[in-house]
């Protein structure tokens, strides 16, 4: 059996990075029952009540994982950085460290407050 395009992405990453996209995956995938998963641009994209939610890409700086928030423009959380974007914001974290769970929680039910 083939691999979608979407399982292909998460067996090309490199093994350390794997680990922390396929949680994200599963965990953003059980925020709740309208979210879906969908490949767009070139990576996975994530849609709550069909509407564009979040995306996986890489730091070119780190090389580290980051979920990149559609609806962040006005979000003020430490851990998470706007760099030149204007409307969104991401959401880098190091897979050599622990994966920051409160951090996640309260950024993700921004998130889902904005929709």
């Given at each position: ?15 350390q ?40 890409h ?11 928030l ?19 914001q ?26």
């Amino acid at each position: 059996m083939e691999l979608s395009v979407i399982d292909q992405y998460f067996e090309k990453q490199p093994s350390q990075n794997q680990a922390v996209l396929l949680f994200l995956r599963q965990y953003i995938l059980e925020l709740r029952p309208e979210m879906t998963e969908h490949w767009k641009y070139g990576t996975p994209f994530y849609y709550y009540k069909a509407k564009p939610f979040c995306y996986f890409h890489h730091s070119k700086k780190t090389g580290n994982p980051y979920m990149g928030l559609v609806r962040a423009k006005e979000l003020v959380h430490p851990a998470v950085e706007r760099g030149n974007r204007k409307k969104m914001q991401i959401f880098e974290v190091d897979p050599n460290k622990d994966l920051p769970l409160n951090d996640l929680q309260e950024v993700m039910n921004y998130l889902l407050e904005q929709y």
